[in-house]
Every structure is written in C-alpha cells, then in structure tokens.
C-alpha cells in the first residue's frame, strides 16, 4: 500500500499524534478527546503512533450507537479489534465485550450488527489503514461520518459480467 502525502493529510484528521506529545495521561471517559459524528452517541479517537505525515501504526476507539450496522467492507492493511463494551453479530455469530477479532489485509469484513446497547470498539492498525473498501456504496451517513473522520469511502471494483 502506498499512501500520498495528501491522504494521508486527510487520514490525520483529529488524530491525536503521540510525537506531538512531551506526556499525555488521559481516560476515555475524558470527552475533549471524543469527536462526535452524525448520530448520538457515535464518537472516535484516533492515536497516531508517528510523526504528522509519516505511515504509523494507528490506534482507533469507535463508539457505535444502539442497533446500528457497520456496512461489509476491507482495508488494505491487517486490523485488530478488541470490543470494548456492547456486543454485535457478524456472520451469525455474537462477539460480546472483552472479544478479540482480526482481519487479515483485504480480507472483507460484516456487516456488523451492534445490539440494543451499541458499543465500542479499539481498532489496531499496522500502519495507515487507507480509506476503506465496501462492498456495496455506502449510505449517505457513511459517507458523512467518514468524511468527518478525514476519509472517503471506496467500492470495490467488481468484475463486468
């Protein structure tokens, strides 16, 4: 995967940038880290493991809001997720709190269907993870949020029948 300079400028967006920062202690209950997008109680932070500019292993935390649904979709990087709080069902299968699941580069992923809790999630990426790949177009609140995260969404190319 190679990210230009621009992307990931935009990949940046309300990162939090451990190089930038002689100490940091904080807790995620502490709301100033938080940015909030398009439906209550959907937030993120991002950790940037490097320099503004430099591809860096990232640390994201997701909260997810009551039933909602993470569409199908890959990055082009290897991805750790630890669930936090709530629980969600993918494939038919149920991950509570504390489940760790890992997807390897390009390998699709959902859709994730959060409970009447909703959720949160840690995200472990290598490096940048890129813009994300769905399998089918986004909604318009997808593509709204990812904007607000500094990303736009890609669709896989399927082959013409």
């Known amino acids: 995967m ?4 621009n992307e990931l400028s935009e990949m940046a967006t309300g990162a939090i940038f451990i190089t930038d920062l002689a100490k940091y202690t904080t807790s995620l209950d502490d709301a100033s880290i938080w940015h909030k997008l398009e439906l209550p ?6 950790f940037v493991l490097g320099e503004r500019g430099q591809n860096a292993a990232q640390v994201w935390i997701v909260k997810m809001p009551p039933n909602y649904v993470v569409p199908r979709h ?4 290897h991805r750790l997720e630890i669930l936090l709080e ?17 997807f390897k580069a390009f390998e699709e992923y959902g ?3 959060f409970g009447p809790e909703g959720g949160m999630a840690m ?3 290598p490096n940048t993870p890129g813009m994300p790949i769905f399998t089918d177009a986004p909604s318009e609140e997808v593509i709204r949020n990812l904007s607000l995260m500094g990303m736009k969404p890609m669709v896989k190319e399927t082959a013409a029948e």
């Open 2 to 5: 190679s990210e230009s300079k």
């Open 41 to 46: 109680g959907q937030e993120w932070v991002r």
């Open 74 to 77: 890959y990055h082009e990087v």
């Open 86 to 102: 709530g629980e969600y069902r993918m494939d038919g299968k149920l991950h509570k709190k504390g489940s760790i699941v890992s």
């Open 111 to 113: 859709p994730l269907e």
């Open 123 to 125: 995200e472990v990426f």
